[in-house]
């Protein structure tokens, strides 16, 4: 596997943190969210947080599965490109504090817990397999967050 699809699916690195790396790449994947929108007008950071996550989901469904055939595992734990796509996903339309720790802990509760229907998406074969579970649960914490008034317009929880 060349090095450029290795540093994606890692996370350029993250993957390889010896303890809880799909945590770490999720705390780093809020944390490159915030500085987005500490970049960017609320409009434009929206829209370049979502093509990053766009960008490292498209890398999942791509290289995921050639990475479980290499590494004889399903999902192996240093490719976390498909925590940093779900984990943007649930972060996605807010930019504060309580909302991003929401997000964070919402999300990386679904990504360990793996409730019905999360869990299931593992089975799915290749990159979706390793994917749909974290996007499935990066969905629901934005949903619930939406429904919650967690996600609210720029400036609210700032």
Not at 25 to 45: E, K, M, T
Not at 85 to 112: H, S
Not at 117 to 135: K, T
Request: hydrophobic share 55%.
């Amino acid at each position: 596997m060349r090095a450029p699809v290795k540093a994606l699916l890692s996370f350029f690195g993250t993957g390889y943190v010896p303890v809880a790396p799909g945590t770490a790449a999720s705390a780093v994947a809020i944390i490159v969210h915030l500085c987005i929108f500490w970049a960017l007008d609320w409009g434009p950071a929206t829209v370049v947080s979502a093509v990053v996550a766009l960008v490292f989901a498209a890398a999942t469904v791509i290289w995921g599965g050639e990475a479980e055939r290499l590494h004889g595992a399903r999902d192996p734990g240093w490719v976390v490109s498909d925590e940093v796509a779900g984990q943007l996903v649930a972060a996605a339309g807010t930019c504060g504090p309580v909302g991003l720790a929401a997000a964070f802990a919402g999300f990386r509760l679904l990504d360990i817990a793996k409730p019905f229907p999360i869990g299931r998406l593992e089975r799915l074969p290749g990159g979706w397999g390793v994917l749909a579970d974290d996007l499935a649960a990066g969905v629901i914490v934005a949903t619930v967050m939406r429904l919650s008034g967690l996600m609210l317009p720029q400036g609210v929880f700032s």
